[in-house]
């Protein structure tokens, strides 16, 4: 088992356009899910695993502080085992709050000495990676960060053992990050969230 909290080199744009020119890895461009929760459906990532469609859900909530980036997943089979990685990615809300790498330390902290992540992670050999990635956020005209956590399972023997294990780990997190709640309201949002069904 391992949980860890590292920083990425490499900066991107907020929105990113989709880009199919990496073979099997398929970027299918970013989705203002926040104002929009009707789009989860139509994310192609969501189609095959209903845990990403709650996890989008979830951390897109009106009442949470973050919005989604993007997610991915790759199972993987080598020599008869089976094992699963993916991310999920999401960023602050708060115009006030991006710009500094440090407004995530806490959230990690907090999700690490959590007592449901200390239990799962007792139970299962799976490496939990939270990496804080440089974005330009165009909407804001703001440089700032994201935080793409990595999940990585050991191998199984079987696929759906190995699925289960991932998908609990995705939730572990995304259900997580939803119950945030900041001391002090945002003072600039960017993105409007949600509410009883329209934007």
Sequence with gaps: MKLMLTIEQRSKHVPYPADFSHGQSQNHGFRTLKSDLGAIEAIPEVGDCPTFREALLAI??????????????????????????????????????????????????????????????????????????????????KSGFTCCVWITTTQYSTAAKCESIWNEAVLLTALYAAAVRLRSPPIQLIYEPEFNGSS
């Design 60 to 141: 897109n909530g009106p009442d949470t502080p973050f919005f989604s980036v993007g997610c991915e997943k790759s199972l993987n089979r080598n020599k008869g085992m089976w094992s699963k990685k993916g991310y999920l990615e999401f960023a602050f809300n708060c115009a006030d709050r991006i710009g500094d790498a440090a407004s995530y330390f806490p959230i990690f902290f907090h999700f690490n000495r959590s007592k449901a992540t200390s239990e799962f992670l007792s139970r299962h050999p799976v490496q939990i990676c939270w990496e804080l990635q440089p974005a330009y956020f165009v909407k804001i005209a």
